[in-house]
Nanobody, 126 residues
Framework: EVQLEESGGGLVQTGGSLRLSCVAS????????IGWFRQGPGKEREPVSC????????YYLESVKDRFTISSDNAKNTVYLQMNSLKPEDTAVYYC???????????????????WGQGTQVTVSS
């Protein structure tokens, strides 16, 4: 079983930055795909960015490209989401999720992820 622990959320002003961390235990990152998903108030959950330790592939939501960067530290079994130029519409609970191997039907398809963290709140004030 994979266990995930997220950290790094908080309150930031528009244009600010935050870095989210997701530490995975139970499996090494080489065997996992890690995704960051978010759910804003009154919105459906959406994929933000994903990275696979299996083949190095990545995914970014169009609206966060050029602002967010996903990366991994394999030695620490940790995936980071660096979020720059934050906007109020980025406000959401951000969840880290893991899939063993490559998730079925693609990196951004949330049902392909079987392990989920507890979520961390990101609030961007205008």
């Amino acid at each position: 079983e994979v266990q995930l622990e997220e950290s790094g959320g908080g309150l930031v002003q528009t244009g600010g930055s935050l870095r989210l961390s997701c530490v995975a235990s139970g499996f090494t990152f080489d065997d996992l795909t890690i995704g960051w998903f978010r759910q804003g108030p009154g919105k459906e959950r959406e994929p933000v960015s994903c990275i696979s330790g299996v083949d190095g592939s990545t995914y970014y939501l169009e609206s966060v490209k050029d602002r967010f960067t996903i990366s991994s530290d394999n030695a620490k079994n940790t995936v980071y989401l660096q979020m720059n130029s934050l906007k109020p519409e980025d406000t959401a609970v951000y969840y880290c999720a893991a899939a063993l191997g490559l998730p079925l039907y693609g990196l951004s398809f949330s049902p392909g992820y079987h392990y989920w963290g507890q979520g961390t709140q990101v609030t961007v004030s205008s």
